[in-house]
């Protein structure tokens, strides 16, 4: 049988030229490279030859990145493809330049029905129109290669595997998915890896494992502080992995990362993004790109806070207002804990809204007192509920005590009273959505009420994105030396979001005087507060952003 000749005319509706058929075989102009080659192969040909196929494609990244000029070389043999699969599950994998730098990489589950589910970026990753995947496919049958203007893409199967070269062929990152296997493994690149949250194993993260557990209840909470994971790793031989989903944790006790799913059982929806650069600036913005740049906390945030426990009675908390004006101690901030982690605070137990009138029997006047010394005062709030969902404007069913806009609701009567700040602590047993719900209720609350002025909140839980809503803390330390040599690797594991070019980072700090200090040291204050450790504390404040300190 003579072997029909093939045309490939690229005019704006794309079509295939059958000649010794006389036939014009039509496509749509975007149609995906796999149907393209399904209309070839289900023509009256027998399949005794190989069709390479150039289609050239621009991808606009979005108004950050230049426009790509992307080739992708499509190479099917005459044999059958191979079907893709993750732990045994057919899977659809989609890949997308997101910019000159960064790749998204995903597979979704196929579904008895053949189609796919959608995936949600929120509340992770800005929301965003993405550019046209430069590939979706459902089958492989052997290497397909993506050249991008700052590196090139090998994706094959058994396993599927998609790997990341440099302009110079280099290899510099690889995600292997077992077909038969949940985990996913990446090269660490026989150099030094960061990131990962706060708390855990400091500098470089290589020889630990990693379970991304959320809270401050671990052994090493004393000197290392809590642990806020985020699932953001940067490799020194230049290459940033952010791991949408699912959510899992990472062992890097070997020479190749793993990354398991927190259930085993639904290693899919994955989703990938791959950030390459030899430019750590770079890979950090496209961190910042993908999960937002940190808010900009209001100016009378910054700086020295002071924090009190036990109030006795409404003439101690005027005076020591009064006090800090007279010795002329730069502060601005008065936080009050509430009553249940100190004998008397400024409500009447875990959860209350309701001021405890030994210490405020007239509220609205002392807040107003305060103000008038430029005192700016933040309550400290405990007990959000585990189902926390949706956001503060979303109109929600009233009995719904787990709705964003019913918990805020609940805030209204205190905050009206002229409340600046909260400090939302606890929060340990939310999972990752919950606990991004909580950081953006208190940024957008107080919007609603105060749209012209800016928000302010401490929280001691998260996840990535929630630089785009709040502060973070290090939960309750130690005030001692070691935990002091600590604070810094913590603060950086949390930071790598900064912005790129201005250098402002993640908002974290460190509790100064920590809660553990006091059990230890309560009978002996002074001594403490004229040791050499506290001086060497306060000068760690004074080279941050924002320090606190209980009194």
């Known amino acids: 049988m003579k072997v029909p000749d093939l045309s490939f005319r690229a005019k704006r509706g794309i079509c295939f030229f059958c ?22 192969f289900q023509q009256p040909v027998r399949p005794l030859f190989s069709v390479a196929l150039l289609l050239v494609e621009t991808v606009t990244a979005g108004s950050t990145a230049r426009a790509a000029l992307c080739i ?88 599927l595997a998609v790997t990341f070269a440099d302009l110079q062929g280099r290899i510099v990152q690889q995600l292997t998915m077992g077909s038969h296997s949940s985990e996913l493994t990446f090269f660490l690149g026989g150099a030094p890896a960061f990131g990962l949250g706060e708390g855990g194993q400091q500098f470089d993260r290589r020889g630990g494992l990693y379970p991304l557990k959320n809270g401050q209840s671990l052994p090493e909470l004393n000197v290392i502080g809590a642990r806020v994971p985020i699932p953001w790793l940067i490799g020194t031989s230049g290459w940033g992995l952010l791991f949408h989903l699912p959510f899992g944790g990472f062992d890097l006790s070997g020479e190749t990362g793993r990354f398991g799913p927190r259930e085993p059982q639904a290693p899919v929806p994955l989703d990938v993004f791959v950030v390459v650069s030899r430019d750590p600036a770079e890979i950090m913005a496209g961190y ?13 945030a910054l700086g020295y806070q002071q924090s009190h426990r036990t109030l006795a009675s409404r003439e101690e908390v005027l005076s020591e207002a009064k006090s800090f ?41 002392i807040i107003e007192k305060l103000h008038q010394e430029n005192f700016h005062v933040v309550l400290h709030v405990v007990n959000p509920p585990e189902g926390l969902h949706g956001t503060v404007d979303q109109p929600v069913d009233p009995t719904d005590e787990n709705a964003a806009a019913n918990v805020w609701t609940k805030h209204l009567t205190v905050f009206r009273l002229g409340i600046d700040g909260w400090w939302p602590d606890e929060g340990d047993k939310l999972d990752v959505e919950p606990r991004l719900a909580r950081n953006r209720l208190y940024w957008e609350g107080p919007q609603l009420e105060r749209p ?26 130690d005030s001692t030396w070691k935990t002091l040599g600590s604070s810094s690797a913590c603060g950086n594991q949390h930071e790598p979001q900064r912005r790129a070019l201005l250098g402002n980072r993640h908002r974290w700090l460190r509790d100064h005087t920590g809660a553990h200090r006091r059990a230890i040291h309560s009978l002996v204050p002074v001594q403490f507060l004229l040791s050499s450790v506290s001086f060497a504390w306060t000068h760690l404040e004074a080279a941050t952003a924002l320090g606190l300190e209980h009194g």
């Open 19 to 40: 000649s010794s058929q006389q036939k014009r075989i039509p496509l749509p102009p975007r149609r995906d490279r796999d149907d393209i080659l399904g209309v070839l």
């Open 72 to 159: 992708a070389k499509v190479q099917q043999s005459a044999a059958s493809a191979r079907p893709l699969t993750i732990a045994g599950q057919p899977v659809e994998l989609t890949i997308t330049a997101v910019t000159d730098h960064t790749v998204r990489v995903s597979a979704m589950p196929i579904q008895p029905d053949r189609s796919t589910p959608t995936m949600a970026d929120e509340p992770i990753i800005v929301k965003r129109p993405w550019p046209q995947p430069l590939l979706r496919t459902r089958s492989l049958n052997g290497a397909r290669h993506i050249d991008l203007a700052a590196m090139r893409l090998t994706i094959s199967s058994d396993p």
């Open 288 to 300: 910042a790109n993908l999960t937002g740049y940190p808010h900009m906390p209001p100016l009378w």
């Open 325 to 365: 004006r007279e010795k002329r101690l730069p502060c601005d901030v008065f936080i009050y804990l509430g009553t249940g982690f100190c004998p008397s605070g400024w409500n009447t137990g875990h959860g209350s809204f309701a001021f405890n009138e030994r210490a405020f029997p007239d509220p609205a006047e």
């Open 452 to 477: 012209n002025q800016r928000p302010y909140a401490l929280h001691r839980n998260g996840y990535a994105g929630m630089q785009r809503y709040a502060w973070l803390w290090s939960g309750d330390v």
